[in-house]
Nanobody, 121 residues
Framework: QVQLVESGGDLVQTGGSLRLSCAAS????????MGWYRQVPGKQRELVAT???????NYAGSVKGRFTISRDNAKNTVYLQMNSLKPEDTAVYYCNAYIRSNWYSGPVPYWGQGTQVTVSP
């Protein structure tokens, strides 16, 4: 009923930049918070950045000043601009969104399928 589709992952050199996109589609009444998380093999998924429907943002300390999260509410899309990339940023990046499918239901968390970001030394 609701899908999140990510794009933009790639192989990039240290110091490079990438822009991830995540578009939500389907039965959508309202989208509350949206965010990006990342995971490397053998470790727990960790928060990268979140953004509220009003545009307030929150970042993990390790990416603050290098990554910027933004959203286009008209397109139901969230972006992650990643600059000054480091090898330790290598991970699968997942999009997350809390979505209401109608006026009488509360927000439900949805996840994208993930997109691989690899930063070479």
């Amino acid at each position: 009923q609701v899908q999140l589709v990510e794009s933009g992952g790639d192989l990039v050199q240290t110091g490079g930049s990438l822009r991830l996109s995540c578009a939500a589609s389907g039965n959508i009444f309202m989208i509350n918070n949206m965010g990006w998380y990342r995971q490397v093999p053998g470790k727990q998924r960790e928060l990268v950045a979140t953004i509220t429907s009003g545009g307030s943002t929150n970042y993990a300390g390790s990416v603050k000043g290098r990554f910027t999260i933004s959203r286009d509410n008209a397109k139901n899309t969230v972006y992650l601009q990643m600059n000054s990339l480091k090898p330790e940023d290598t991970a699968v990046y997942y999009c997350n969104a809390y979505i209401r499918s109608n006026w009488y239901s509360g927000p439900v968390p949805y996840w994208g399928q993930g997109t691989q970001v690899t930063v070479s030394p």
